[in-house]
């Protein structure tokens, strides 16, 4: 199955806000365990957009832009999911 690069970075970015939430929660309640989760989450987040948030033409990371470009920044080719 081939993850399709809007949904890997939907993933990403739900990993990172839930990582988030469970970071926040246990640094409130003192729970190291729940700050650990929430750390790893918030990693497998960043590790997630790293891999999969790329041009499917030239490879190169599409970089910080705000939703789903519909060109590469580099390579100007459309990127179609």
Known sequence: ?????????????????FGALCGGLGAILE??????????LALLGAV???????C????RF???HVGFPAYCPHCGEPLDD
């Open 62 to 64: 599409l970089g910080k």
């Open 31 to 40: 729970l190291y365990v729940l700050e650990f989760i929430g750390l790893g």
């Open 1 to 17: 199955m081939k993850l399709s690069r809007t949904t890997a970075l939907i993933i990403s970015i739900g990993c990172a806000m």
């Open 56 to 59: 499917p033409h030239c490879g």
């Open 48 to 54: 997630l957009t790293l891999i999969f948030h790329r």
